[in-house]
């Protein structure tokens, strides 16, 4: 099913609650890794994860469409991220409306992925990575997203132009080679790959 294709044509009827079930089912697992990859925290990124789905379901009314569904959900976990690194720590978001349910769901079913000494080892080094670094690798290695998007999902501006978007990008896509540079080179140091051994990140 195309996910984006459905998501238009419910809102267009006006069903925002089966817009938000379907979003949220759909992209509520990676959007929770992401969360917790950025968090390093499971509890932290379920708390994160569920303030994110109430945002969705609280902002459906006044989502324009400038970006795909997915990268505004995606937007939306980054900022409540960030709100939540801000709050006390003993503090925790509460979930109130009639999408919580659907959010308990998608993390109840979303386990971390078995991960192999190398893996635990690469796992590390992102952890040591700073957040926006971290976050940049997360959204274009393990996301895809196409550099515009991972852009529109950094940007601190609620209404960025597309040419601003565009030098975003082209300034994320050079950091992004740096941070690739920096991975190789911890690897390396900590015996993960051999120096001859191709990028594990490209």
Known sequence: MDVEAEVARLRAAGHMQEVATL?????GPEVLNFLTAMLCDHADSGDAFAQAC????????RFEGRASMKTWFYTLARHAASRL???SRHQRFATISEISDVADRVRSRTRPHLKTEVKLGFAAIRAALD???RMLLVL?????????????VMSDEGDTSEAEISRSAARLRKRFQSVKKTIRERA?????????DSDAES
């Open 54 to 61: 109430e945002d969705l379901w609280k902002g459906l009314p």
């Open 131 to 133: 957040d926006d670094d």
């Open 85 to 87: 690194r801000r709050s």
């Open 188 to 196: 390396i140091a900590a015996g993960l790959v051999g120096s001859q």
């Open 23 to 27: 979003v949220i089912e759909s992209y």
């Open 140 to 152: 274009r290695v393990d996301r895809g997203m196409s550099w515009n998007d991972v852009a529109r």
